[in-house]
């Protein structure tokens, strides 16, 4: 059973800055990789950033938040983050944490948080 509870959003400006955390309860699952996926209204839910839980600090990022945000982990809270700077208008959804029993970015796994609204006004 593995459950995932995303905290942290919110409402900001333009160029300001929030960190997500994803906390990952898992009990007889192995989670290889969490991923942030958002969901803007209107438009299909993508990857925004996913991180492999193997201790290799490997991950990957949507093009669009290259540069601006940082996934990483702290295993002894078992939380993944997902630090976001100089937010952008367009960066406004529902950010859901995955988590993935595949060790694999191309596909998303089958836990999901139940996300977390961040909306940047400009």
């Known amino acids: 059973q593995v459950q995932l509870v995303e905290s942290g959003g919110g409402l900001v400006h333009t160029g300001e800055s929030l960190r997500l955390s994803c906390t990952v309860s898992?009990?007889?699952?192995?989670?290889?990789?969490v991923g942030w996926y958002r969901q803007a209204p209107g438009k299909q839910r993508e990857l925004v950033a996913a991180?492999?839980?193997?201790?290799?600090?490997?991950?990957t990022y949507a093009e669009s938040v290259k540069d601006r945000f940082i996934i990483s982990s702290d295993t002894a809270k078992d939380t993944v983050y997902l630090e976001m700077r100089s937010l952008r208008p367009e960066d406004t959804g529902i950010y859901y944490c995955?988590?993935?029993?595949?060790?694999?970015?191309?596909?998303?796994?089958?836990?999901w948080g139940h996300g977390t609204q961040v909306t940047v006004s400009s």
């Open positions: 898992r009990s007889g699952s192995s989670i290889f990789v």
């Open positions: 995955n988590g993935n029993e595949l060790p694999t970015f191309e596909t998303a796994g089958d836990f």
């Open positions: 991180l492999a839980l193997s201790g290799f600090n490997v991950s």
